[in-house]
């Protein structure tokens, strides 16, 4: 099981659980907040990089494909 830790104050700290629900990323586009399956992110070509990796938002990822899609 993989966790989060975080010291909120002196005498007492947070551990979180990661999961595929409870993962995010801000969408480099819009900003936007956006949930982010990190298994699945782990089996792309490129390989799991989590400082060098962003995820665009729902809306942002269409908006890309129909960029990429025209004519
Ligand atoms: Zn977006």
Wanted: charged share 30%; with cysteine; proline share 1%.
């Amino acid at each position: 099981m993989f966790y989060v830790k975080e010291k909120v104050s002196d005498t007492m700290a947070v551990s979180i659980e990661i999961n595929y629900l409870n993962v995010f990323c801000k969408c480099p586009e819009c900003g936007g907040e956006t949930n982010v399956d990190l298994e699945a992110l782990s089996h792309t070509d490129e390989g799991l990089d989590l400082f060098g990796s962003a995820v665009l938002c729902e809306e942002c990822s269409r908006k890309l494909y129909r960029r990429n899609h025209r004519d």
